[in-house]
């Protein structure tokens, strides 16, 4: 676990907080000296939703106060409930009309808090009730009296309330929603190591390994059911999860059933610690295994740091049955997800995007192929032809050079740079292979060639030596097209000098890199330039350029930030190392 913090005291840290996360709604307002959060723009005609519980779970439960969701939160201090006062507190800073309902996730001390306030409240005359959701079903029943903890399933309830009673249904209508659809929902929470609270030296928990991974963990740093090592793949790890809240099969854990045609929602919560890059993935994981072997299509999927977990690298997973849910209450499966899309001022429309369209697209249709663009035709009298078999072995070459050279270029890149280039290289030398493989050059064609490279290029390498090689390759096929008679004029090499020197000119329109500068012009300059004396004098003056970077000081790009290895010897550019690979590599095969 990372144990380092911008605020490494939890002094006053929860006020702050909550200071700093109302500011994106003018319309809230703090009670500071009992951490109420509330809506100062709230319709006292309608149900009041108040819910709450220890800090560390943000955006829970403060950014969702607004309009059709909670009128007020509470929040207690790091993991810790709040104290009945405060919860208090909140009843009556939004009294409401028809009533009031406390909506907290099983655990004692929320409940104890929460259900006191609840009491002291109705003696006050407030129409108070409460609903107490869990969600978890890693532990399973196994006789226990406390029932479901809860997970991040209790977020979708409070947002079906807030829909409901944003649309003035009375307080029994929304009560009776909300029992219906917190008793349809199963979670389970996965983690790959557990959060650090600020202030603690220890913690009381061993961190996992590095090849391991626990099921079932809680919120709060709680131990999971069970620790798998080593950490298996995402696909069968996912399918073990799906399998704790699906498996009608597994007496212990079959809390709900999803029967074919019921209509369901798909919650997926950042604990704080897992990349956006990650959880997208885990995400298309989930929906490919729930179609596939579950026959589950969500009509509904949000994913991000719903109930988070200070910085733990985990995540939680939601499925409820909305179908199952309607059959309980006063509102259809269709008004239940109408509830579920209303808008409101809060954080949780960052995660609920647009859904609710006439006609939602499916994820099929949401899935498209590429059109297929024709490649433009060669003109046999724009083109130079050369004997295929000694194109195929040098491009062969030059392709293996690359990717023999790829650890050396990762390696230098990642001292100097951002550790991409020699994964971008190897990646355009190994489909330029395959296109080999597939014909192209049988005949000859210098620019059936080229076109091929734009192609790779453009679809397969990103970054700044992908934009710089993808002009220059375009531009030198243009070069050949617009030079073709040099080539029966003159000589192959008058052309390819010619061609080359087009490429460069072009080159300098977007980068204002020289020779001198460290970057992959250092080769290709004088690559280019070396042509007019033959290729072989020209692989030389590559071969001499790219060595030189090993004295240059960074000009461009992410090594002047970077700072590289000051006062010490440096690696040369990768990109122009990996330039002079290839052209060597062409060589060598000549």
């Known amino acids: 676990m990372s144990k380092r913090h911008l605020f490494v005291s939890p002094d006053g840290l929860v006020g702050r907080s909550l200071r700093g996360i109302i500011a994106y709604n003018p319309s809230l307002g703090l009670d500071q000296a009992n951490r109420v959060v509330f809506d100062s723009a709230y319709n006292r005609s309608k149900v009041a939703l108040i819910s709450g519980g220890g800090s560390g779970h943000e955006p829970a439960w403060t950014g969702y106060v607004g309009e059709n969701m909670l009128a007020a939160s509470v929040a207690g ?5 709040p104290s009945t006062k405060q919860i208090l507190a909140a009843v009556r800073r939004v009294p409401s009309d028809k009533g009031t309902i406390l909506v907290v996730t099983n655990y004692t001390g929320d409940c104890l808090h929460f259900g006191l306030a609840n009491e002291k409240a109705i003696a006050e005359g407030h129409n108070c009730r409460m609903i107490i959701c869990g969600d978890d079903v890693s532990v399973g029943r196994k006789g226990s009296l406390v029932g479901r903890r809860g997970l991040a399933g209790q977020i979708g309830v409070l947002k079906v309330m807030g829909g409901a009673a944003g649309a003035g249904a009375s307080l029994d209508d929304v009560y009776d929603l909300g029992l219906a659809f917190s008793r349809q929902i199963v979670s389970i929470a996965a983690t790959l190591d557990h959060c650090h609270v600020p202030g603690r030296s220890e913690h009381g928990i061993p961190t996992l390994a590095a090849d391991e991974v626990e099921l079932g963990t809680g919120p709060h740093n709680e131990p999971g059911y069970l620790k798998l090592a080593p950490q298996p793949p995402p696909d069968e790890f996912i399918r073990k999860l799906l399998a704790y ?16 045609g019921d209509e369901a929602v798909l919650l997926v919560s950042n604990f704080g610690g897992m990349s956006y ?32 977990s200070l910085n ?14 309607a059959e309980s209450c006063a509102f259809s499966a269709a008004q239940i997800k109408a509830f579920f899309d209303a808008r409101t001022t809060t954080h949780w429309e960052s995660m609920a995007g647009l859904q609710s369209q006439p006609a939602r697209r499916t994820r099929h249709e949401q899935l498209v192929s590429p059109r297929e663009e024709p490649r433009p035709a060669v003109d046999p009298a724009k083109d130079l032809r050369v004997d295929p078999v000694a194109l195929e ?8 050079a690359v990717i023999a050279a790829e650890p050396d270029i990762t390696r230098w890149d990642t001292v100097m740079g951002d550790g991409d280039c020699g994964e971008t290289l190897k990646t355009g030398a190994a489909a330029l292979l395959a296109a080999v493989d597939d014909g192209i050059g049988a005949d000859g064609s210098i620019v059936t060639v080229l076109q091929a490279l734009e192609d790779i290029v453009e679809g397969r390498m990103g970054g700044t030596l992908g934009g710089i090689l993808g002009i220059f390759f375009v531009a030198l096929r243009n070069g050949v097209e617009q030079n073709a008679d040099l080539a029966r004029s003159a000589s192959a090499e008058a052309l390819w000098a010619a061609a080359l020197g087009n490429a460069i000119m072009n080159l300098r329109r977007y980068t204002p890199a020289q020779v001198g500068d460290r970057t992959v012009m250092d080769t290709l300059i004088p690559f280019s330039e070396g042509m007019a004396g033959g290729f072989a004098r020209a692989v030389d003056a590559a071969v001499q350029g790219a060595e030189a970077t090993r004295a240059m000081a960074p000009k461009l790009g992410r090594a ?4 590289g290895t000051e006062g010490g010897d440096l690696p040369p550019d990768p990109g122009a190392w990996g330039a002079m690979v290839a052209v060597q590599g062409l060589n060598i095969a000549l």
């Open 312 to 325: 733990a690298p985990a995540f939680s997973l939601s499925l409820i049955n909305v179908t199952l849910a």
């Open 393 to 400: 072995r040098m491009l062969r070459s030059a392709c293996d």
């Open 77 to 81: 201090d790091i993991f810790a409930s």
């Open 245 to 260: 809240c699906l498996d009608q099969q597994d007496p212990q854990r079959a809390y709900v059933p999803f029967r074919h």
């Open 560 to 563: 002047t930030y970077v700072g």
């Open 277 to 308: 890059l990650e959880m997208g993935a885990l995400v298309d994981e989930l929906l490919v295994q729930l179609e596939r072997d579950w026959h589950i299509q969500p009509a509904r999927v949000c994913s991000g740091p719903l109930e988070t």
